[in-house]
């Protein structure tokens, strides 16, 4: 039944009218109910808007926290990161308390695009992409099977694609309870490769499964890969092409041929692709960096695709999800398990060509933990999905 998604109903206005209604209705209830909850205004959160936590939450979760504020560091590398799917049951790898601040490296699930320029020389970057014959340095990617006679893309199958750091391990979180995410930056990792100094670089793919896959101008089907440069020292805030080629049928390293974009980390063969320098000659791309992929360990399955974004979070995919921004989590599962990954250098409010400018990223968080025994009577307490919150917009 058409709920203002298909554009092919014949009542689709009316459909969309009352959708958009209600979204408004529902924007307005959360208005309404973190303003006024506890019978005062909200408080001004750290990150310098209006906070849909109360004075009185901030007061009961500080009080939580221990005396002494800890900083954490994680890097990214085959032993830290999974790939393409979300689960309650891996290890933690870090652990820490509510208020302490973690800085998280994250790696693109496209930097096999461009070897020379998003992997090589980056040992971190290496180890995860490492695929000889032999070995894979991730062998598992995505929630699906793992048995070489059942699966026929590779382990995993794809189902899932993001390379996610994690998971982090918050001291005493329990279901029920409400993960806020603060994002207190967010920067490109600069290419290791001596050659490209001072550069990072991105890969966009217009894919099988974006709208563009169907060629609007010419009606036949083909992928096509744009590399990016992005300064890394931040001080341009733009990114530029610098090539692209259309995807040939690439053979990985178990003889597995893949005709399109169908499982991650395939590592391109150029002597087989063409190309084009010249693409987009002149053409700047406002960059705002951020990660498309961020959330915790769903409950209810132990290995979740990382592709459909869930109550928990995953891939949302929205570019306001950077620096300056909170998310807010229900957690699920004790220690709450988040993960980031899918880092971008910039996309519009859709992936409308199957991916955006896909740029490993380093970002820095500050985790706070909010009990479900200190939620009654805030806007927080009945919140069963991921929320956004910006200076200027929940």
């Known amino acids: 039944m058409c709920v203002g998604d298909d554009v092919n109903c014949p009542h689709f206005k009316l459909h969309y009218a009352k959708f958009k209604e209600g979204l408004n209705q ?65 290890k ?71 390379i996610c750091t994690g998971p982090v391990f918050v001291r005493d979180a329990e279901p029920g309870d409400i993960l806020e995410v603060r994002i207190l930056d967010c920067v490109p990792r600069p290419s290791a490769n001596p050659q490209f100094k001072g550069k990072a670089f991105g890969s966009n793919a217009a894919a099988n499964w974006g709208f563009q896959y169907k060629d609007l101008l010419g009606g036949a089907k083909r992928e096509v890969v744009t590399i990016y440069e992005v300064d890394a020292s931040g001080a341009r805030s733009w990114a530029k092409a610098v ?22 980390g395939v590592p391109v063969d150029h002597t087989k692709t063409k190309r084009n320098y010249e693409v987009l000659k002149g053409v700047r791309l406002p960059i705002r960096p951020h990660f498309g992929t961020l959330g915790l360990a769903p409950a209810e399955a132990d290995f979740v695709d990382t592709i459909p974004p869930s109550y928990t979070g995953g891939n949302i995919d929205n570019w306001r999800i950077g620096k300056g921004s909170i998310m807010y989590y229900p957690v699920s599962v004790p220690g709450a398990l988040m993960s980031v990954g899918d880092p971008h250098a910039s996309q519009g409010d859709s992936e409308l060509c199957g991916t955006a400018i896909e740029c490993s990223m380093t970002g820095t968080f500050q985790l706070i933990l909010h009990k479900k025994a200190d939620l009654a009577g805030t806007p927080l307490e009945q919140l069963g999905y991921p929320l956004l919150e910006t200076q200027t917009e929940w």
């Open 26 to 90: 529902e924007r307005r209830n959360l208005l309404r109910s973190s303003v006024f909850a506890g019978g005062g205004v909200a408080a001004l959160g750290a990150m310098g808007g209006l906070s849909i936590v109360t004075p009185a939450l901030a007061e009961a979760s500080a009080a939580r926290q221990p005396s002494q504020r800890s900083y954490h560091y994680l890097p990214a590398n085959a032993e830290t990161v999974h790939w393409g799917y979300f689960s309650k049951t891996l």
């Open 92 to 162: 933690p790898r870090v652990e820490i308390d509510s208020g302490d601040i973690v800085t998280i490296e994250t790696l693109t699930h496209h930097a096999g695009d461009d070897t020379e320029r998003m992997i090589k020389g980056d040992p971190g970057a290496e180890s995860v992409y490492l695929w000889t014959k032999d070995k894979k340095g991730v062998d598992r990617r995505g929630a699906g099977p793992t048995d070489p006679k059942v699966y026929k893309k590779g382990s995993g199958e794809g189902q899932g694609v993001h």
């Open 243 to 264: 090539y692209n080629f259309q995807w040939v049928p690439q053979t990985d390293p178990f003889g597995v041929t893949h005709a399109t974009i169908d499982y991650p």
